[in-house]
């Protein structure tokens, strides 16, 4: 079972939105809807154990990717989460975090406050769960593992487009950067 001191722990849940969670959003997907209550589970724990909540928030500012060379998330996907719409929201469901970070790509470290934020207040732990599995949560966690944090990746708290796409995300993270395990294993302990 991880343990994790509250204090220097943070929960980081990746972009639990109306446009990936609710089926009325942009890049709706169901397993990413059921990943809603284990997510707001554990940051339920974490926040009552006095370990930091941070969510992340994709947000697509109109235009972001006119002449773009070869990173255009709007040609891969379609439009979605675009600044200042209910799709680019966090779903009500969640408690109030700590720290809200806004991100523009995949890897919620890249150029944004995240790093400063975690390291002015003496994170050295990081507990992942959110969606999309292989793509978010994965970029993230993996930006982390190369920042030197010691990244944990919550199995059974991720969502996803294909089963095999959240397989292949756990079994990448716990090879090459960090660690698995599931909701129940997770201890929030001083």
Known sequence: MPEFDPAETALIVVDMQNGFCDPDGS??????????????????RAREAGARVVYTRDVHPEGQ???NHAYDEFARWGEHVVEGTWDAELVDDLPDPDHVVEKHTYDAFHETELEGYLD??????LVFCGTLANVCVLHTAASAGLRDYRT???EDALGYIEADHREYATEHAAWLFGETTTRDAVGFDA
């Not at 709706?28 to 209550?37: C, N, Q, V």
């Open 27 to 44: 890049l709706y997907a169901p397993p990413s809807g059921d990943a809603i209550d284990p997510c707001v589970s554990l940051a339920t």
């Open 152 to 154: 944990v990746v919550v």
């Open 120 to 125: 002015a207040h003496g994170i050295e732990d």
């Open 65 to 67: 990717f006119e002449g």
